[in-house]
Structures are given as C-alpha cells and as structure tokens.
C-alpha cells in the first residue's frame, strides 16, 4: 500500500546485480572447490539458483551479502522441471553443466509474461560446439564427447545464449569465438569471473567474444557488479517523483543510455566515480525512447519509463524491440488514470498532469517496479498485488523507499 505525492530525497545504495549474479554462480559448477561470490543480493531468483545448484549435488552457503558455493561432489546433472519452473535463469546452468560432465538434462522453459523467450540460440551455439541435443516430452538433454571450439554466429545478441555459450566452451578443445555476441555488462562480469576461475576469454563487452579452452579451472573469489537495473530504477524514482537522489554504489558508464533520457525529460544529473545523482525537474518533459540491446536503452527500464512519460509534459513513444510481450503494465497504468495508446510494439503516452492511485496488480519484475514508481508519484493511495514479483529482483524495496521518504506498507493476507 503506497501513499502517493512523495518527494523522494536522500542517500541509497544499490546491491550487487541480480542478473550478474545468476550466471557467475552457475558458472561455479565448472571449478570443482569453493569459490566466494561477493555481494549477492537477498532475492527470491538468487535463493532459486541456490536451490538449483543444491540440487545437483553443491552445497551452498550463505555468509551475509556474500555465497559460498562448493561444488566438489556434484552428483546430477539435472534439473528438475519445478525449479525450471520456479525461474527461466535455471537454464544458465546448462553450459557449465555440458562443459565440465559433457552431459545435462534440463526441462525445457515455457513462455512468460514478457513474452515466449525461447532457447534455439542457446541450442544452436552448443551444437556448434559439438553437443549433441535432444528435445524430447518438454526436456532438453544434452551430451558431447570432447567439446571442440567453433566460429559461432548468433542470429541476435542475447544475453542468456552468450553466456551459455562462453562456459560451456571453457573446456573446449581449441578456439571458440561467439560472434554478434551480447556486450551487456553482465557478461563481462561472467566474463571476469571465468578468467578468475582460469579460463581464457577476451572480447566481453564488444560483439566478439574469443574463448581459448583450457584444461583445468580452479575456484575463485569474485565481486559482483552493482545493479544496473536498480541503480536505474532509483534514478527514474528521483525524477518521477521530482525528488533529489543521490545513488551509491553504481558504475554510471552502465547507466548512460537512461542517463541521457532523464537529461532530456529536463531531470539535472551529477556522476562521480560510484555514484549518480538525479534531481526531477518541477514538470518532465517527455521523451521517446527504444528498447535496444547495451549499449542501448534497457528493455528492463522500459516500464519504469512508461510510468514517468505518463506525467510528462507532451506525448513520448516506447518502442519495445527485444521482448514481444512487455507492455501489461500499460492497463495498470490506465487504471491510475494513464493515456496510453498501444499500437504493436510501440506505446504512445499522452501525459498528465496527475495521476490517481487505484488498485493494480504486478504481471512481473519490471512492471511492479514501474506501478510502485507510478504510486509513489500518483495523488493518493495504491495498492500494489503480485508483490512477489517484485521481490524476485529488488531487496527490501519499501524498505529502501521509505527511508528516502516514501510511505509504504507491505500488507500480508
Ligand atoms: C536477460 O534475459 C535478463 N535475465 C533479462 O532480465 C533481460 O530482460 C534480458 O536479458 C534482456 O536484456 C538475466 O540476465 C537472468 P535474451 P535473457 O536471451 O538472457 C530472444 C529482468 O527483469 N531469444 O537476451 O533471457 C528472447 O525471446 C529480466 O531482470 C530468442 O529468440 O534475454 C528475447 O526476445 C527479465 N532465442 C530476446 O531474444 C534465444 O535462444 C532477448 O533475450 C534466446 C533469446
């Protein structure tokens, strides 16, 4: 339950990232040992990946923000279909797996609420390498001989078949090299986790990504990368609420994309080495933006946008290119009183001077960020359902609001 009309002003600090953390402690299946991941977030999709890698047979700890994984005696190599369920990032652990036992079992993912997101990337890439693949009654198994590098060339850069691809190749026999690969900054923290690990990887964070196989990796103590995605979200709060931010903890080159909108929606920014500062002008003027793969603007802040352009001064227009299906906080956001006509992938936000809370429901991650950011902007009250979803990918988030001055309160039923 959120009170609207706040003005969010303070100090926060953003986690370690969500989707950085994810494959770096898949990719700890491939050392056998103990490697230290530090500053993990609390988060639901993190406990999941724990819970996956359990299951196979490592033993997982927590020691405040950092884990423990060992993964010295792992027994399976497959993951159950409820934990596949539970999370679509179960799937990271399908290279590592063919990587260090040559052999992996994983249910194939369904659709979600963002769109079908399916794997033949990921699939296509393995086979290159050598990897045998069946899809079979709604499961993916995988089996290779030797693994053997290969010129791999994606059809678009995705994020999870980039990372798939690079440690299931760390143990291939020659040269791998992933072209048209995702330059996300999570995948140049994989990149550096592995190369911690022992691996020879160079070329994360361009469109070329060169695998030199080895033969033995030994465990490893990594620091994740702040949240982007956090850090952004934060930044977009400051402005919708026109409020004053300062964000700690962030890397502000990964941030660039949002950081040029803000400035043109009017929003004064300041960055230092590890921080962002976001002041929200009186009125926002509005903007267009385009999802794109990094360096582009972020499809995980295009809602978090939606819910600003809806109190901008003008119409502004998203265009959604890298997922097809994420526009359903849109009927929330009309319920708070929103203009928002949607044509295809593209969504024309007439703004308003005000918005009016009302009870609306989170379809997923990115969309509850963005009707929390809409309530805490709005007139009055909202009540915010589906909080779970919000959960999997921010810690503690009415408790990091209301200390920049916001009035939130979880209700349980
Ligand atoms: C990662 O998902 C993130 N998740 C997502 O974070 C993020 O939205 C996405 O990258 C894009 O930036 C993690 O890192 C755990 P993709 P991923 O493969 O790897 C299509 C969040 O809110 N595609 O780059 O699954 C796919 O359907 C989220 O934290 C294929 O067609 O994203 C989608 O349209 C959710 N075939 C597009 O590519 C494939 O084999 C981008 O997907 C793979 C992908």
């Known amino acids: ?33 103990q490697s230290v991941i530090k500053d993990v977030p609390r988060l639901q999709d ?40 539970r999370m679509r990032a179960s799937n990271l652990v399908l290279g590592p797996l063919v990587g260090r036992f040559r052999e992996a079992k994983i249910s194939q993912p369904g659709g979600c609420n963002i769109g079908s997101r399916p794997m033949n990337l990921h699939l296509k890439g393995l086979r290159a390498l050598g990897v045998e693949i ?7 198994s995988a ?36 072209r048209n690969a995702a330059r996300e900054p999570e995948v140049v923290d994989l990149q550096n986790f592995l190369n911690c690990l022992g691996a020879r990887i160079t070329g994360a964070g361009t469109d070329i990504i060169r695998i030199e196989g080895v033969r033995e ?24 609420t026109g409020g004053d931010l300062t964000i700690v903890n962030v890397i502000p080159e990964h941030l660039r994309a949002l950081m040029a909108k803000l400035a043109e929606a009017g929003a004064e920014i300041e960055t230092g080495d590890d921080y962002v500062r976001v002041r929200g002008p009186q009125r926002l003027q509005a903007v ?29 227009i998203i265009t959604e290119t890298i997922f097809e299906n994420r526009f359903k906080h849109v009927s929330e956001l009309r319920r708070m009183g929103a203009e928002i006509k949607v044509e295809g992938q ?6 308003k001077k005000k918005l009016s809370g009302a009870p609306v429901e989170a379809s997923d991650l990115r969309a509850g960020a963005a009707l929390v950011l809409a309530g805490m902007a709005a007139e009055n009250g909202t009540i ?15 408790q990091k609001y209301n200390a920049l001055g916001a009035r939130i309160t979880r209700i349980r039923s």
């Open 1 to 33: 339950m959120i009170s609207g009309r706040t003005r969010l002003q303070g100090k926060v600090r953003v986690n370690g990232s969500k989707n950085a953390s994810l494959p770096i402690l898949a990719a700890s299946i491939l050392s056998p040992g």
């Open 46 to 85: 993190i406990t999941t990946m724990g819970d996956v890698l359990s299951s196979l047979g490592a033993r997982v700890f927590r020691d405040g923000p950092d884990i423990t994984v060992d993964t010295t005696n792992i027994y399976s190599v497959e993951v159950e279909e409820a934990l596949m369920r």
């Open 384 to 398: 915010v359902e589906g909080v779970e979803h919000i959960d999997r990918g921010y810690e503690r988030i009415e």
């Open 346 to 351: 593209t969504a024309i936000i007439k703004g």
């Open 134 to 140: 069946n899809e079979e009654f709604g499961y993916i």
């Open 143 to 178: 089996r290779a001989g030797r693994l053997t590098g290969a010129e791999i060339q994606l059809d678009f850069p995705s994020v999870g078949a980039t990372e798939n691809i690079m440690m299931a190749a760390v143990y291939a026999g020659g040269v791998t090299v992933i």
């Open 288 to 316: 267009d933006v385009k999802t794109m793969p990094y360096p582009g603007f972020p499809t995980d802040l295009q809602p978090q946008m939606m819910a600003l352009l809806t109190l901008a001064e003008g119409t502004g």
């Open 217 to 240: 990796l030994h465990p490893a103590v990594h620091q994740v990368i702040p949240d982007r995605i956090e850090a952004g979200t934060y930044m977009i709060a400051a402005a919708i």
